[in-house]
């Protein structure tokens, strides 16, 4: 049975926008910035959690500063288009930890995945097994990014 959807009003969406760019807020912080007394904000935060709507709170890592990394978009079009063949490549999609987003798209491509390894090298390995194991791939694009001009955390 479907959820209904909730009903937000601008305070919620003050509270959401708020999050969104901060997650480590402080509840009094968070009041004060949607205009609502502690108890009532948190409440509200909380009934946004417990709707799904709040999925969940995370940190944006510079991985860069950790260990190299190439990033990597790569358009991918299945030879096939059973649903057996999305279903197969979309677990391999699941499997694969350097593949951190995937988009399954309209037009002349089927999918856009976000790739993260550790040098071009890697990658190409990577993409080299999918080929050998035959998960349905007709074609691929591959778009080594060289400068993040904007990554907004949605």
């Keep these: 049975m479907p959820i209904p959807p909730i009903k937000l009003d601008p305070i919620d969406l003050k509270i959401l926008g708020a999050i969104q760019r901060e997650g480590r ?3 009094l912080k968070l009041a004060e910035m949607v205009g ?25 890592i510079e991985w860069r500063l950790v260990a190299p990394q190439t990033t990597v978009l790569v358009e ?5 288009h059973r649903q057996a063949d999305f279903d197969r490549f979309e677990k391999m999609v699941r499997d694969t930890p350097e593949i951190v987003a995937c988009w399954s798209v309209g ?3 089927d999918y856009v995945l976000k790739v993260v390894a550790r040098d071009v090298d890697a990658y190409q390995r990577l993409i080299d097994g999918w080929l050998n194991r035959e998960i349905g791939i007709a074609r691929y ?14």
């Excluded at 694009?141 to 949605?154: N, S």
């Design 107 to 109: 037009g002349g491509v």
């Design 141 to 154: 694009f591959t778009y080594i990014v060289t400068r993040t001009v904007k990554e907004a955390g949605v």
């Design 76 to 80: 991918i079009t299945l030879g096939q």
């Design 25 to 27: 807020i402080t509840k």
């Design 36 to 60: 609502l007394s502690p108890t009532p904000c948190w409440n509200r935060l909380k009934r946004l959690e417990e709707s799904g709507i709040v999925a969940g709170y995370h940190a944006r």
